[in-house]
């Protein structure tokens, strides 16, 4: 089995049904630029039938993304696919992502359907998308929730259809890692024809585990990730990209790789929290602001003395300048002088132990002391 993983990413589809973060046209273009830069093997640019802003929105990606994959959603109908198809005319590699329900749930109360019918639809749209594109995508919604051996039927028949590509999403974010992990390995072993499709995750973060679900999916022989950045997307949101690259990345033992460039995992997640309107929460790994801060005495001392005491990616690696020494009022001495030292003022030990003193009540009535802080203190201690 190859050791790449391949990035599929959904910022501008999943990530944009976020109500609010809406995007136009020109910015969808701009991020997707950035994505390429960033190195992922495919952007799922749009969902052509939904909307006409959407529709040019896919076009206009595809005229101007050259090395990755452009992908566009669809329903299984024929309306969708050829939507689909119009709107991926300039893209130099598309690719089509269409697919149904395959859980219980959604087959009875969301088709008011049958198994067999609804595995009959999947393939007739896999069918019929193959009519306009080779690489065709499918999709078993809430996977997370359907019965394995039902799946198991359902992906042999679609990879007979002709799917190139296989995604089993944990569409609610139900499923505990270790159960979405087996259920892979089920459809690798049990599905005879798996050999000849990727097999994709695609996992939502309703309980918080999209990200540990997408490495258990990776463990068990899943070859490509459907995620977003800053882990944007429907309810709870999707996978983070930054969070699995860089699982990846610092867990060699895993064995595999991605193409993406984590130094502009930063950069990228900025753009896309600034087009979006939506702030990334402060302790975000990886891209939050306090993701390579330290603030408190104990970690400060530690992180002075030698970063990897307390961190285990350097901030470089994703595009942030460098670690943070935060002065608060759990600062310790080390941390003080840090800083003064920094903004050019030597003092003795004993000038240090007066201005430490001073520096505690005054961080004891802010939340962080700044350098122009610290100037102050110097002056009155001076
Ligand atoms: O979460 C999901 O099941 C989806 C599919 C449409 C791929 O987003
Ligand atoms: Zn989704």
């Known amino acids: ?49 939904s909307s006409p802003g959407d529709f040019r929105a896919v076009q206009e990606v595809s005229k101007v993304v050259q090395k990755p994959i452009i992908c566009a959603l669809t329903r299984a109908n024929t309306q969708d696919i050829d939507a689909a198809v119009e709107a991926l005319r300039y893209a130099k590699r598309p690719r089509i992502h269409t697919g ?60 007979d259809a002709g799917a190139t590509v296989v995604n089993i999403p944990d569409t609610t974010g139900y499923c505990l890692p270790e159960d979405y992990g087996a259920m892979i390995h089920h459809l690798k072993t049990q599905v005879p024809n798996i050999d000849r499709a990727i097999i994709s995750v695609h996992c939502h973060n309703d309980l918080g585990m999209a990200t540990a679900n997408t490495i258990a999916g990776i463990q068990n022989g899943a070859r490509q990730v459907e995620a977003t950045i800053n882990g944007i997307g429907e309810r709870a949101g999707n996978a983070s990209l930054e969070e699995v690259a860089m699982i990846l990345k610092t867990h060699q033992k895993l064995k595999v790789h991605t193409r993406i460039h984590t130094p502009y995992l930063n950069p990228i997640s900025q753009l896309v929290s600034e087009r979006m309107r939506m702030p990334v929460q402060a302790n975000k790994a990886i891209v939050g602001k306090n993701a390579f801060a330290h603030s408190s005495g104990i970690h400060q001392d530690g992180v002075l003395k030698n970063r990897e005491n307390y961190e285990i990616i350097a901030p470089e690696e994703v595009g942030v300048a460098s670690s943070a020494i935060i002065l608060t009022a759990r600062s310790g001495k080390h941390a003080l002088r840090h800083h003064l030292e920094r903004l050019g003022y030597a003092c003795t030990a004993e000038k240090l132990q007066d201005l430490y003193q001073a520096f505690l009540q005054m961080a004891d009535r802010r939340k962080d002391i700044s350098d122009q802080d610290l100037q102050v203190l110097m002056r009155q201690c001076g």
């Open 1 to 49: 089995m190859s050791n790449q993983v391949y990035i599929f990413d959904t910022t501008l589809r999943d990530g944009e049904q976020v109500p609010g973060c809406q995007l136009t046209c020109d910015e969808k273009v701009e991020i997707a630029i950035a994505l390429e830069a960033l190195g992922v093997d495919v952007i799922e640019a749009g969902f052509p039938v």
């Open 100 to 159: 149904v329900g395959a859980s219980d749930v959604h087959i009875r109360h969301k088709f008011k359907s049958s198994r067999a019918e609804i595995l009959e639809l999947g393939v007739a749209a896999v069918r019929y998308a193959k009519r306009f594109v080779e690489d065709v995508e499918f999709y078993a919604e809430d996977a997370g929730r359907a019965d394995w051996d039902f799946l198991a039927k359902m992906i042999t028949a679609v990879i």
